[in-house]
């Protein structure tokens, strides 16, 4: 098995690298809604992380950059946390153990309670590694995710993840290996 590892707040270059493999895989469309944006320049980019509202994360296999997440969610009246990542077409064979892995490392790091998913219904390949990993369906919203390629919003799946869960997950992942 690969060493797998996290990093939250990464360089300006791991940054700029992870904007321009979500754009050169074709990803940005299902990669947080705003940034479906192929015309960004690496500026514009950098200052999306400038606010310290987004925290930037990667995803390493063997050292190597393999994914990338945006953070959000965290702060004095939440614990709740959003983590809404992509991994490069290369690494998704890794894609559970890469999620459980990284939900558990912002959950231990943030000081949060769980990790939030809002995920459009329309990416079911999503919505079942989330129930995989451990999150649970909390409920749906009606048109409350923007969705590039439909250009439209559609409705989204609302999922939440606890240590106990994910470590269940992680666990029965393990046990089958």
């Known amino acids: 098995m690969p060493t797998l590892t996290y990093k939250l707040v990464l360089s300006q270059d791991e940054i700029l690298y992870s904007w321009h493999r979500i754009k050169e895989q074709n990803m940005a469309w299902a990669y947080a809604y705003m940034r479906a944006q192929d015309d ?8 999306i992380y400038d606010n310290r509202l987004l925290l ?3 995803f390493y296999v063997d050292n190597q950059l393999a994914g990338f997440a945006e953070v959000s969610g965290y702060n004095l009246q939440s614990r709740a946390i959003k983590v809404s990542p992509c991994l490069w077409r290369e690494y998704f064979h890794l894609g559970k153990e890469l999620f ?3 939900s558990l490392f912002c959950l231990d790091n943030l000081d949060g309670a769980c990790c939030v998913g809002k995920t459009p219904v329309v990416n079911r390949h999503m919505i079942n590694l989330l129930d995989s990993i451990g999150y649970q369906r909390i409920g749906y919203i009606l048109e409350a995710c923007w969705y590039e390629r439909k250009q439209k919003f559609v409705d989204c799946v609302v999922s939440v993840a606890t240590r106990q869960s ?3 997950a992680r666990n ?3 046990g089958d290996s």
């Open 56 to 58: 930037p994360f990667g």
């Open 172 to 174: 029965r992942l393990q």
């Open 100 to 102: 459980i892995g990284g």
């Open 40 to 47: 960004l320049t690496d500026e514009e980019v950098l200052r």
């Open 166 to 168: 994910l470590s269940k």
